[in-house]
């Protein structure tokens, strides 16, 4: 079963970049309708959330995607079993997790939302974790059988029901309590994940694999592989989940009010990063085909195919990631205003830029890490950059405020990012070449973006007047940059080597 890598994530791209845009308008819509004190509340809630769909669902897309696609890359397979085995322990396992939650629905409202008021709405959010866990599983099949229009248009019919769900509700009905907030979130994901299962259930008569044998895996010997992703996976959940239930403390703590504490989480949440991550859709798209190509690749012992493969992603998305942070170093400020954020929003997007390519760099170097197995490796280094950031924001939020938030996000990418190249390096032979990887994009995105400031100064047109001047200067500015990039590369020769394409 061969994928075109390049047309699934353009395909996915399209329609992922489209979901995000309209995520983005959500998001400045609701900061705009409740308030950015609510959208506190909401991220909290979220948060929590995320946290308990990971732990039931036991990231059961990236064990469907990661194994079945291990499996079709073997000569006796029966792919079809495993999605059974995928189905069984995480039904197993998110039923478990929705009665506990449940029974606990007082305690996790005092404890992690600080409101004991939200024991309904909480007990309403574990009914949805079973559907969540079913949508996940058939997209991570889906995504091994390379159906990626299917994936595709699942994102988009969850997104899409549940961003009108949400608009209708807090246009019609706009929540006046947190409870309120809660239940319009439980509500809206419940219609939306039951809407997505449905779509998914029709489409599975069209997902024909062949079935060539004796299935690989014993449900004995999948549960044994599967845990690790697990526990993995659940800890990172735990981590961020924590990790945003200290952030309003520790505002607090630094002179701020229970009000402010939770506008400033809401602003940064809701608009600074969304606003840094959406040109990231490229890579959230090709992450999810990475870890199958990888693992197919890692199961057929195709090791010159993993390092091309790991090569080209990593050097692409530091290309286009050097130049979504000049366009945000030269606009964050008007970008964030434009969404509602204001001057903070603004002001730190522009600050946080400088991290980006880190940020984008963790999207495929955990693919490919996956990918080749090495969960262990995943998981170790993801606690240790959380505690990394953990430590930075009960240090440094209480005395510098809301620009501690930014320090914990640079001390904790950049050290988990180096730690993930390295790895990277010495499990697929991957070359890492300073010029190459970075002073070529540096160079070029300086060059070019001088080179445009001049010409509308010369034109006497600021681009950051309006946003049709914006659009302008990156539409201009990014032909010159990769063809610049271009002719430095062309005049700094590396040593030929075999490829497999």
């Known amino acids: 079963m061969k994928r075109n890598i390049l047309k699934d994530t353009l395909l996915l791209t399209f329609i ?95 404890q992690f939302l600080h409101d004991s008021g939200l024991t309904s709405p909480i007990r309403l959010m574990a009914i949805s974790l079973p559907l969540v866990t079913l949508v996940s599983c058939f997209k991570g099949y889906f995504n091994a059988c390379c159906k990626t229009g299917i994936c595709a248009a699942a994102d988009a019919i969850d997104f899409l029901v549940h961003a009108i769900l949400t608009m209708g509700m807090i246009y019609f009905f706009p ?71 200290l952030v309003p403390i520790t505002l607090k703590q630094s002179g701020n009010s229970n009000a402010e504490a939770l506008s400033q989480f809401g ?35 195709h090791h010159a195919r993993i390092t091309c493969i790991a090569e080209k992603a990593v050097q692409k998305t530091i290309l286009f990631a050097v130049f979504v942070t000049e366009i945000f170093i030269l606009f964050g400020n008007e970008i964030g205003e434009w969404l509602g954020g204001g001057v903070a929003a603004g002001k730190t997007i522009a600050f946080i830029a400088p991290v980006v390519p880190f940020i984008y760099l963790e999207i495929i170097l955990e693919s490919i ?30 005395i510098l405020g809301f620009y501690g938030i930014v320090l914990s996000y640079y001390a904790s990418n950049i050290f988990g990012n ?22 070529i994009p540096l160079f070029s995105a300086v060059l070019s973006g001088e080179f445009m400031i001049m010409i509308f100064h010369v034109l006497h ?8 001047s914006m659009i302008c200067f990156i539409l201009l500015c990014c032909p010159v940059y990769l063809m610049i990039q271009k002719e430095l590369f062309s005049l700094s020769p590396t040593p030929e080597k075999s490829r497999l394409h």
Request: glycine fraction near 6%.
């Open 461 to 468: 047109i600021p681009p950051e007047t309006n946003l049709f």
């Open 175 to 245: 929540p006046k309590t947190n409870a309120g907030i809660c239940f319009m979130m439980a509500f809206c994901t419940i219609s939306c994940e039951l809407i997505t299962l449905i779509f998914l259930l029709c489409c599975l008569p069209f997902c024909q694999t062949e079935t060539t044998g004796k299935v690989s895996l014993s449900l004995k010997k999948y549960i044994f592989s599967a845990v690790p992703v697990m526990a993995g996976s659940a800890l990172t959940s735990f981590l961020s989940a924590a990790n945003d239930a």
């Open 16 to 110: 992922q970049l489209f979901l995000d845009g309209i995520g983005l308008l959500l998001n400045s819509f609701m900061t705009k309708h409740l308030g950015a004190e609510a959208i506190g509340i909401f991220t909290l809630t979220n948060s929590f959330f995320q946290l308990a769909s990971m732990i039931a669902g036991g990231n059961v897309f990236l064990c469907a995607s990661r194994f079945i696609s291990e499996e079709l890359g073997k000569p006796s397979r029966n792919p079809r079993k495993v999605l059974a085995y995928c189905l069984e322990t995480s039904l197993v396992l998110s039923l478990t997790v929705s009665l506990l939650i449940i029974l606990f629905a007082p305690w996790c409202g005092r």
């Open 418 to 439: 180096v730690s993930r190249i390295i790895h990277v390096i010495k499990k697929t032979g991957m070359e890492f070449s300073f010029v190459k990887f970075l002073g």
């Open 369 to 398: 890490i996956k990918g080749i197995g090495s969960q262990a490796f995943s998981s170790l280094n993801y606690l240790a950059e959380y505690v990394v950031r953990i430590s930075c924001v009960l240090i440094f939020i209480p």
């Open 267 to 301: 602003i940064f949440e809701a608009i600074v990063i969304p606003v840094l991550f959406f040109p990231s859709t490229i890579f959230v798209s090709l992450s999810g085909i990475l870890v199958t190509e990888t693992a197919r690749e890692n199961a057929a012992h």
